[in-house]
Nanobody
Framework: EVQLVESGGGLVQPGGSLRLSCAAS????????MSWVRQAPGKGLEWVSS????????SYADSVKGRFTISRDNAKNTLYLQMNSLKPEDTAVYYC??????????????????WGQGTQVTVSS
């Protein structure tokens, strides 16, 4: 059974940092691309960042470029998102998502076959 379990969310002040983790199990983690996707209250899904299976190729939404860093440890079956210089507009539920393949063909839900349960990030003073 495929499982994606996010952790590391919480309440942080503007300008602060958080590191999200996604522990994966039930599949060969190193063979699949992964993404972080967020959903703010009352809004649709926003692709935050993606990484290919080997970790050598990454992409970021313009809204987080230069502030967030995606990475993965294939030996530990874990995906990470380091979030720095957080802003109130980063407040959302952050989901870990598994792609159907090893590369990011397109950043949309059609390419995703499993989602985590999400972790809440709230940026507020």
């Amino acid at each position: 059974e495929v499982q994606l379990v996010e952790s590391g969310g919480g309440l942080v002040q503007p300008g602060g940092s958080l590191r999200l983790s996604c522990a994966a199990s039930g599949f060969t983690f190193s063979s699949y691309a992964m993404s972080w996707v967020r959903q703010a209250p009352g809004k649709g899904l926003e692709w935050v960042s993606s990484i290919n299976s080997g970790g050598g190729s990454t992409s970021y939404a313009d809204s987080v470029k230069g502030r967030f860093t995606i990475s993965r440890d294939n030996a530990k079956n874990t995906l990470y998102l380091q979030m720095n210089s957080l802003k109130p507009e980063d407040t959302a539920v952050y989901y870990c998502a598994k792609y159907k393949g090893s590369v990011v063909a397109a950043q949309n839900a059609v390419e995703i076959d499993y989602w985590g349960q999400g972790t809440q990030v709230t940026v507020s003073s």
